[in-house]
Every structure is written in C-alpha cells, then in structure tokens.
Nanobody, 123 residues
C-alpha cells in the first residue's frame, strides 16, 4: 500500500523551531516533486514549499528565510525545517508527493497526500 506519513508536529513557542518529516512507502518506482502545504482554521490550504527531484526549491513568500525544505531520495523522505516560528504559522501541515507507480503494467505519476500534522505556535 502506497502512503505518505508525516511526523514532527507539535506545540512550540514563538521563535522556536520544528522539523517535519514525510516518509513515502510502498511499491514506488520514483518520486518527482515533493511538497508541503498548510491549512489554518477557516482558511484554504496553501503552498508552503516544494522541492523537485533535482532539489530545486520554491517557497511561499511568508516562509522564505525561515523554512527549509529538503529530501533524502534514498529514504524517500522529505523534511521541512521551520525556524523562527510565528503564531501565524499555526496550521495543519500536509505533505504531498508525485509518485511514479506501476499500475496495470504501465507507469504513471500519481499525487499522494499525507494525513496532516498539527503545528501550533503559542506562548
């Protein structure tokens, strides 16, 4: 069964740091783009950061200089290092990945999402 599992969320004070992890498992041929999104209560899900298979990165303006996305291709894991956290970073964080899978004897690319992990930034 192919799945993405996030870990690393929690409660942190303003100015603190957290590192989120997203591990892909299952019969995966390869992984192209991996990303992190977040959704605050009453808000739409928004992009936080993405990283391609050749490690090109893209960040939302609100997190540039504070968050760093990285990946370990051998372990099929992406990471989101979050520093200098602010109360407005409070949200459920979701990872996603574009996975190359074999289905019905054909290779195709499919987007999977993790279940989400809560990040709360509060004094």
């Amino acid at each position: 069964q192919v799945q993405l599992v996030e870990s690393g969320g929690g409660l942190v004070q303003p100015g603190g740091s957290l590192r989120l992890s997203c591990a892909a498992s299952g019969n995966i041929i390869s992984i192209t783009t991996m990303g992190w999104y977040r959704q605050a209560p009453g808000e739409q899900r928004e992009l936080v950061a993405t990283i391609t298979s050749d490690s090109s990165t893209n960040y939302a303006d609100s997190v540039k200089g504070r968050f760093t996305i990285s990946r370990d291709n051998a372990k099929k894991v992406s990471y989101l290092q979050m520093n200098n956290l602010k109360p407005e970073d409070t949200a459920v964080y979701y990872c996603n990945a574009d996975l190359v899978l074999e289905r019905l004897l054909r290779l195709g690319e499919y987007r999977y999402w993790g279940q989400g992990t809560q990040v709360t930034v509060s004094p």
